[in-house]
């Protein structure tokens, strides 16, 4: 019986991390960084690439992983310089981007004020937040 119910929790924390975006995996990756479980980190990319293969961002915060085991990292994307700076500075603003907006949610109970004022027959609205890098979708449920 302890063996089903230990399957079962077990089964129920892999459905929940398949549910979490790669936003979101990407998310608790920094936050495992942030509180130095390096190792956790280490498995948590690992996994997020395995389900999302073309994520290369992840690839950027792995490699950092990886080369921090040998020795301290200088900076985000610390590369050799025969990788084009362009893309790699590309990917730091991605991920200083995506940290921002991690720190800085928005208020949930707070919207803008021509979201409160949707005409009845608009089922959705987008709102982007150019400061944030984000943009949100809001349905109208009148």
Request: glycine share 4%; aromatic share 6%.
């Amino acid at each position: 019986m302890r063996r089903v119910l230990l399957s079962l929790v077990a089964l129920g924390f892999a459905v929940a991390a398949a549910a979490a975006t790669p936003e979101d995996r990407l998310s608790a990756v920094f936050d495992a960084i942030e509180a130095n479980r390096v190792d956790e980190a280490l498995k948590r990319v690992d996994a997020l690439l395995r389900d999302y293969p073309n994520f290369r961002l992840a690839y950027l915060v792995r490699g950092d992983l990886l080369l921090a085991r040998s020795r301290p990292l200088l900076t985000f994307g610390n590369v050799v310089k025969t990788v084009p700076q362009d893309r790699i500075e590309g990917l730091r603003e991605e991920a200083l981007a995506r940290l921002r907006a991690m720190r800085a949610r928005p208020s949930e109970d707070r919207l803008p004020r021509y979201v409160l004022q949707l005409h009845p027959g608009q089922k959705h609205v987008l709102v982007v937040d150019s400061r944030r890098s984000r943009l949100y979708v809001f349905g109208n449920d009148q």
